[in-house]
């Protein structure tokens, strides 16, 4: 495989691409996520409460990194991709703390030939199934869809299903591991089940190429304009469910953390300098034995001059809170 590849008819479902260096999350790490995102997860934040919850002596890492990281290790396989189209039942099989290093797998599930359109090149989407470890233990399973472009114009005609949204079962997202944590040191934030919850502040799209250089992330529609469909580099769609995180850590107070996705759909391209709002609804919520899941539909808008508002995410994370 060419080094500029893989292109879309240089894959084939059940192909496994190399995995690409392995990552320790450190605190240097943790810092130039934070600067980017800015959320505010207090078990992320505070090493002492950290350990008067989870009984673990390093900080957690961040959800939103372990998953960005992971992301960005799956694009040996997205080179050349327009764009992602969804991430699809996103599990964080036990949380992951500072000092651990992780280690991704991406593999080709099925394929499918986008239909072909005058003036537009041609492109297929590719179901992959991504599995991150940390220190060997599995820690992340799900699944992704990215638009990938053809290097010679002949479509090799894939047809498969790509599958459909899962059905939102809450309950499957416990873990063992975070049974055992003492949320009583957390604040027990009000959540109104089918209340939107708007957030007041909004947020400006700042250091996308930071971010994907933090991540690895080798797609070039992230970093040069000349490959882009757009007039200018896309941002990568996980910097956008960043900003959507740290907006869910200030409106939710004392979330103890995120233990999976159900569905993240980018239903809009987002730009370096566009501003968002974001607006929460939580949708469901279960008792564990020592808290509560919670499934959150976060939505997020761009504002652009002389426009509209523009939905650009659908997100629905779960969250685990006193």
């Known amino acids: 495989m060419e080094t500029d590849g893989p292109y879309y008819e240089e894959m084939t479902p059940g192909l496994v691409f190399p995995s690409p260096p392995a990552v320790t999350l450190d605190s240097g790490i943790a810092a130039a996520y934070q600067s980017i995102a800015g959320e505010a997860f207090p078990l992320i934040l505070d090493q002492q409460l950290c350990s008067d919850v989870t009984g673990s002596p390093s900080r957690l890492a961040s959800p939103g990194l372990l998953l960005h990281?992971?992301?960005?290790?799956?694009?040996?396989?997205?080179?050349?991709?327009?764009?992602?189209?969804?991430?699809?039942?996103?599990?964080?099989?036990?949380?992951?703390?500072?000092?651990?290093?992780?280690?991704?797998?991406?593999?080709?599930?099925?394929?499918?030939?986008?239909?072909?359109?005058?003036?537009?090149?041609?492109?297929?989407?590719?179901?992959?199934?991504?599995?991150?470890?940390?220190?060997?233990?599995?820690?992340?399973?799900?699944?992704?869809?990215?638009?990938?472009?053809?290097?010679?114009?002949?479509?090799?005609?894939?047809?498969?299903?790509?599958?459909?949204?899962?059905?939102?079962?809450?309950?499957?997202?416990?873990?063992?591991?975070?049974?055992?944590?003492?949320?009583?040191h957390l604040d027990s934030p009000e959540i109104e089940i089918g209340v939107t919850v708007k957030d007041p502040l909004r947020d400006i799209v700042t250091q996308p190429s930071s971010l994907v250089r933090l991540t690895h992330n080798l797609a070039a529609v992230h970093r040069d304009a000349e490959v882009s469909p757009y007039s200018k580099p896309l941002v990568y769609g996980g910097h956008t469910v960043a900003l959507a995180q740290a907006s869910l850590s200030r409106m939710f107070q004392g979330v103890a953390s995120i233990v999976g996705w159900h569905t993240c759909d980018h239903v809009g391209p987002v730009f370096e300098d566009d501003l968002l709002s974001f607006e929460h609804k939580p949708m469901e919520e279960i008792a564990t034995q020592n808290g509560r899941l919670v499934a959150v539909q976060v939505k997020a808008f761009a504002h652009r001059k002389d426009t509209e508002p523009i939905e650009v995410l659908d997100w629905i994370p779960v969250l685990f809170m006193r």
């Open 69 to 184: 990281l992971s992301i960005g290790a799956s694009t040996v396989a997205t080179k050349n991709v327009i764009a992602n189209l969804f991430y699809r039942n996103v599990r964080i099989l036990r949380q992951v703390f500072l000092g651990e290093t992780i280690e991704t797998v991406t593999k080709v599930v099925s394929m499918s030939d986008s239909a072909p359109r005058k003036g537009r090149e041609p492109r297929g989407k590719v179901l992959l199934n991504i599995t991150t470890t940390a220190d060997g233990q599995p820690v992340l399973d799900y699944q992704r869809c990215p638009l990938i472009r053809l290097r010679n114009e002949t479509l090799p005609g894939f047809n498969d299903d790509l599958g459909q949204n899962p059905d939102l079962e809450i309950e499957t997202y416990i873990d063992d591991s975070i049974l055992d944590w003492n949320l009583q």
